[in-house]
């Protein structure tokens, strides 16, 4: 299947799945309008669990790929992070703060990178913007530390504003 048939079979199964009777809601129609534009920009879109990634550096792109895949869900030696949740999933720490945008009608998560004024990281609402600056001399260990760290600010965001 050509991957822009993919995608739109993907958007609309999401939209069919946030229907309320037989028609899309406003906030289905408004994540979809979103990951469109991003699609078009490049973007890799989640479309079950609101995620928009955005990144342009390979590295950070690939390394958050892998946090939203969790790999190292029943990893013995991450024990310390592991989170239990109802029936029987068992997501690790950075699982959990994404299954927020998945559980959320009203909340998103856009993850990118650009210019942060210096910054190694800035969260605007549920927007996670990486420094370019620092991607380009961090090691792959800070830049999940320092995604799964912008994840709180977004997460504790999308609860406080948006859920």
Not at 6 to 34: H, P, Q, W
Not at 99 to 116: C, E, M, P
Not at 137 to 160: C, D, W
Request: charged share 15%; with cysteine; glycine share 4%.
């Amino acid at each position: 299947m050509h991957a822009h048939a993919a995608e739109a079979s993907l958007m609309v199964a999401f939209l069919d799945a946030n229907r309320v009777n037989g028609v899309a809601t406003a906030e289905a129609m408004d994540f979809a309008t979103f990951a469109v534009e991003a699609l078009m920009n490049g973007a890799k879109v989640n479309w079950e669990d609101r995620i928009i990634n955005s990144l342009t550096n390979l590295c950070a792109k690939a390394i958050f790929i892998e946090l939203e895949n969790g790999i190292f869900e029943d990893h013995p030696l991450k024990a310390e992070v592991q989170v239990a949740v109802s029936n029987p999933l068992t997501l690790n720490f950075s699982e959990s703060i994404l299954k927020l945008f998945n559980d959320s009608i009203n909340s998103h998560l856009v993850i990118q990178n650009g210019n942060t004024g210096g910054s190694n990281a800035q969260t605007l609402r549920t927007t996670i913007t990486l420094g370019n600056d620092y991607l380009s001399n961090a090691t792959k260990l800070s830049i999940a530390r320092t995604m799964i760290h912008e994840s709180v600010h977004a997460y504790i965001n999308g609860v406080f504003f948006s859920y």
